[in-house]
Each structure stands twice: as C-alpha cells, then as structure tokens.
C-alpha cells in the first residue's frame, strides 16, 4: 500500500505540468533558467513502474546542464553520478564535449589542478565545492566507473597517465597522520588488492588490512555525509577480499558485522515516506526540506545499493526507500539542489537500476553469496 501512495502522488505532482528545469548548480548557486524537462512516468508496456520511475529521475538529473564555468568539484561528482560519457556543455561555444575528457586534455577548470610529485600526481584540495573535497575522492570516483590506469592525462604540458593519481594515493596514505582513508582504501584496493604490502612515501610500512582496521575503528556518525563515504569504501574493501578468494575473519568479519548494523539502522530508521533518515545512522529523521531528503536518501541509498545482495535490493523497504529518493527528485525539478547531493543520489540510482533491471557495472565488485 505504501507505493501504490507513493507512486498515486507523484501522478498527481507531474499531472500540474513541469516548469522550467534549472542548471545544475553548486552549493552556493546561480539561478538561471534552462531547458524544460518533460518526465513521463507511465511506464511502456511490460516495464516496471519502478524502473520508469528511476529512469525519469536520472534523465532528469543529465537534462540539468553540467557546464565548463562549473567548479570540478561539481563536474567529477557529476561523472560519478552519470558515467563517464557525461557531458560538458561550453555556453560560449554552445559544444558539448566528455567531461572527462576535458579533464584528461587539461582543462582548463575552475578548482582544478594536479600537482606534479615525485610520487605521482596529487590532487588540490579546495576550495570548498570548488576544488577536491577530501583526499583521494577523484581519483576513488573516476575508479568506481572504471577508469583505465592507462588513460592518459595533460598535465602542465607533460604526459601522464591515471596510474599517476593511484600511485600517489598509496604514496600518501599513512596510519600515522591524521587522514581521511574512505577513499584511499577503495584506490589501493581495486588497484593493487586486498593483500597488498607497501612503504609510503616517508618509509612506512603498511599493510592493506591494517587500513581496513584504520577505517573501521573510526566514527562512522560524524563521518562525511553522515558516514555514507565511510561504508562504502569498507564494503568496496571487503567485496574486493572476498571476490578474490579472502576469508570471512579476522578484520573483516568484523567489517562484515559493522557493515550489517548499520543497514539494520537504516532500515530501522526509515520514514513513513520511504525515505532514509535526514540524520543518516545517528537517529530517526524526518526534516520536511526536501532537498535535505535527497541528500540523506541519496547518499544512504548509494550505500545500499552497492552493499545489499540481489535478494535484498527487492525487499519492499528497498524500493520504497527508491521511490521515496525517486520523487523527492522529480518533486523539486524546479528547484536548486547542489551537486553532492544530487550526483550520489544518481549514483546510487544508476547502481540500483542496473543491478535490479540490467548487468551491474563491471568496475562495482559483487556482494559475496554468504
């Protein structure tokens, strides 16, 4: 009964008409009218209305026009969002080009720049919403898509290649400092296993499931986004393991059992409405703004949607919580909504969707069968 309210409401919301769609915007944003969206919801025969439905809400995200005056922090989170033929429109052109394409050639993009190290290439962090927002981010994304190592990049007129980045993420990555490794865990793994053993940059020893324990035995609550980044990178850690023949012990049962309570607690948690708490793990939430909906529903869904079985991702609670996310999109189509929280709410739609309707994205490592 649930969705059949759900879906009779967002029939009754899209029957008023759809105004002007807005550009994609930052968190301190511009409010330029763009192109009209026109969002058909009625499913053609024989397809799932909640296929339709998510389909609608994703197009309705890429009709948002990710343009070159963006920051790159907006413009890699819409990759991240949408994949990487992503386009990026030039106003004073008119062009339309890859977005990470113009990453690759150089730019130029407001926020953007590679240092050049004897380790490899880094990534500027800041400033806010403009440049990189946490260590590592872009490069972990650009990997979630699968990014080949060898892609090439131009960067200060000297060749390189995306290999560049994931070397200096392990050179980097330390137990010692004070870091944020919810992303670099995701790198170092996918790129050089779940078994790997190496000495950072300043010599020290470091062995991969000792930053598996380093993330796990930090807060998930106060974390970014709720804590969110934090799960997903220990579940893309231990899926990694275990696809590569890993056991269930040790550390990573006890990821394994971290990772089972938090998806209790959203479950828990979850509104009337479908949607997944404003305060994420921390307590139940339920604040009206909905564009503070889409970024806790979207984020928590991104997570889910990487982390449950196939089983699980048809339970009811699962597709009321896809609803929920799906109208609070196609609900606010008019209005601004910054590109974090629009983007991670896409990724975990396009997640979704091609694990439940399609073939899963080849670089997402599958959830273990037991």
Known sequence: MRRLA????????LVVGCPPQPKMVEPKPKTEEGPKVIVDVTPPKGQDPLKT????????????DLRTDHGFWTIFHGILGLGLDTQLYDETTGK????????REGGPLRGMTFPRTPEGLDVQMGPTYVGQGHQDQFVAEM?????????????????HTFEDFIKMSRARTSLKDK?????AIIVVGQHYGTDHEWANENGEKIKFEDVVRYELDQPVNSAACGGTHRLFGLTWAYFLHRKRGGAKEGVWKEVALKLEDHKRNAKEKQNKDGSLSTNFFASAGADPDNTKRINSTGHTFEWLALYLTDEEIRAPWVEDAANALCRAILENRDATVDGGSLYHAAHGLNMYRDRRFGAPIPAIPPPPKD
């Open 6 to 13: 759900a879906l009779l409401i967002l029939l009754l919301t």
């Open 53 to 64: 439905r998510i389909d609608a809400a994703i197009d309705h995200i890429r009709a948002r």
């Open 96 to 103: 339309r080009t890859r977005a990470i394409d113009v990453i």
């Open 143 to 159: 990997m979630q898509w699968g990014l080949p190592a060898s892609s090439s990049f131009v960067v200060q007129g000297h060749k």
């Open 179 to 183: 870091q944020e490794l919810s992303w």
